[in-house]
């Protein structure tokens, strides 16, 4: 949770899977973006390492790496 007033309670939504992550948007008041990119409501943006995710007034930075399977 960010404390912000400006970010609703159900924001966004983010998903991973071994191969992508994304973020949607969920109706939020004050929107969502990636790199200045504003994600509509239920609309899908796949993030990758160095972005820049937006929600309401808080700016978040994107970093993740992927791990190896074992064998």
Do not use: K
């Amino acid at each position: 949770m960010l404390p912000s007033a400006a970010i609703s309670r159900q924001h966004a939504r983010l998903n991973g899977t071994p191969d992508a992550l994304t973020v949607t948007d969920l109706g939020s008041g004050n929107g969502t973006s990636v790199n200045g990119v504003p994600c509509l409501d239920g609309e899908i943006l796949y993030l990758e390492t160095g972005d820049v995710l937006v929600l309401g007034d808080a700016q978040l930075s994107v970093e993740f790496e992927a791990t190896e399977e074992p064998g």
